[in-house]
Each structure stands twice: as C-alpha cells, then as structure tokens.
C-alpha cells in the first residue's frame, strides 16, 4: 500500500468510529421522550458526508503519489553510443527494481529540445523533461562550475577523473547543480576528446592554424581553439556531420567511440590526434518536482538504478577504447598519440584558458580539483 493510501484508510476509520459508537449507543438509554432516532441519523449523515469530504481531500494526495504512465529520460546520443546505452540500462534497472510500476523512456538526439542540447538544462529545469543524463559541456551555459572538466589538459588520465567526480570536487559540483534547481543522482563519462580532421597530422599547435573547427556548448572552447590559432565555430551535434561533409569545417573533437559509432572517417575527418585534452562527464540528474513526488524508498532506488548505470557505462567505455582505437584504424584513419612533450606544447598555449575561466568556475573549486588531481 501506498503511504497515501494508507493515509486514506487511516482516515477514514477516524470518522466512522464515532458513527459507530452512536449507532449501538446513547439514543437507547434517553428517556427524555425526544425522537433521538432522527437526530441520530441527522448525525450520521453529518458524519457520513465530513467522511466523504475527507475521502476527496485525501484522493488529490493519492492522485499525487501515483505514477505518471512514462517519465521522459533526456540523451543527446542514443545507444549503441555509451551515452545512450546508460539511458537504457538506467530505465531497465528501474523497470526491474520497482516491478514494472515506474517506466522511464529515453528520448534521445535531445529531441525533446529540439536537437538543441544546450537548452536540456532549462527543460529539466522546468519540468519539460523529467529525467536527463548530459554532458557537463552541454550544461555548462547554465552551471558554470561546469566547465570545470573543459579546463584543456586539467586531467591527464582516467583516475584523474574519479579523483573529481568521486571526491569533495564532484559534491561541488553536484551542490552547484543542486542550487540551479536540479537535482544530481550520479556520474557516467562520455570521454577523453580526440581532435580529428580532414587536412593532416596534427601533432603541434602550429598545425591547427586558421583550421575551422566544430565545438559545442561553452564558449570555453572557442577561447581554447583561439589560443591555439584555429578558428572555432560553435554548432550542435546535429548539424557537425552535415558541416563536415561539406566542408563547412575541417575538424571537430569528440570521443573515440563517437567518432566511430557515427563514422566519422565517412565525412574526410581520415586524421585523429589523441591528445586527450579534456573529457565531458554525464551526470544522471532529475527534475526537482518529478523528484519531489517520489517516496524516499522510490528516490533511493532510482538514484542507485543510476549510481549502477553510470559505473556499469563508465567500464564499459574505457574498456573499450583499444578495440575503437583498432576499428578506426582499420577504416584508414591516421591515428597519431602524443608524447609528453608535445601535450606540454598544447599546454602551455592554453593557459590563458586558465585565466580567463577560473573566476567564472569559482577559484576554489579549481583549486580543489587541482589538489584532488595531485593526490590522486
Ligand atoms: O555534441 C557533441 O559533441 C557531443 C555529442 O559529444 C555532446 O553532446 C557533448
């Protein structure tokens, strides 16, 4: 039984217990000669329609405990994208664990903004959409302390990234979320970002001179492609593969298996630096009324569903990076790492990245990841 239906019944015994009490009760033992059968049913009826009055009070606060038919689930990529194969499994192990009472279904492609992912914070927000997995890049605009993890080369490797998100910095960030109205469950990854293009090898910042590159989200990427003499221009994911088919850009940076799943190589985009600059991770969160109507033991259960969602994706994904790395060379695409050495060039052209967006980000949370990073 639900907690207001339970109410409901609680109520309605509290009513009808004196009802009973008058029915075997007083009248019998009157001798004053009033007809007390009449003003007992007067009573009664009184009492029956206080009843019912409280059984329409009561049935609004049941309506509210009930379930919707379906819970929207927000994605920009749908499966077999890791992105969206979290999506998945996060409805499918809260379609399991509440018996099939609680639906999720996933819109992906952010159709329910349009295709336009940077509006998919405002619609959670609003209660547009109920439920969301996004990227921090596309829910920067919104959450500053976001473009955190696009800081170029502030994390150099995966423990660096559970050094964030795992740590006091992800409960930052989490907080901050929490205060533009959200409401934060868990992590997943989308990736590290790998720089492709159509031209040539890239493998020192002199080689991404005047090269249109696609970015998305935060106008951080602009300052970092600037710094780095390119020429950056600010698109959603719908329109980048159109854009590089046509030549409109010459370069766009994404995740190996985005690069892959979406063929890439397909559009010319037949050079990859892995230079592993920044990585975007997901954050499965819902919208503050939606989750408001939950019962605490429902809340517990769909955060876990996402806790468990976003761990199961984020291995999966990382063990998948050397079997992408061997497809994409496979389809003619020159792969080049960097050494040290030249990360270190990127680096240091980059730093005014730095100094522009940490009092933006918040000093401190900055300097809280950085340390956290340190120690990791
Ligand atoms: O638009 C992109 O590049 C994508 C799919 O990676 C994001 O949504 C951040």
Redesign the pocket.
Known sequence: MNPASAGFFIAAERVMTPARVGNTGSWRYDFTGNNHKEEEKMRNSTILCAAAAMMLAVIPIQGLAQYKNEYTVST??PAPFPWGEAAERWAELVDERSNGEINFKVYPNAELVSGN?TREFPALRSGVIDFAIG?T??WSPQVPELNLFSLPFLMPDYEAIDALTGGETGEMIFEAVRAKGVVPLAWGE?GFRELSNSNGVIDEPSDLEGMKIRV??SPLFEDTFNALGANPTQM??AD?KPALSTGAVDGQE?PLS?FHIANIHEVGQTYLTRWHYMA?PLIFAANRNIWASFSPEDQAMIKQAAVDAGLWEIEQSRAAVPSLRGAIEERGVTITELTDEQVAEFRDATTSVYEEWTPQIGAELVETAREAIANR
Request: hydrophobic share 45%.
């Open positions: 920009v990529l992912q990227s890049i596309n989308n998305v989200g959603s994911w980048a994404n985005v975007d």
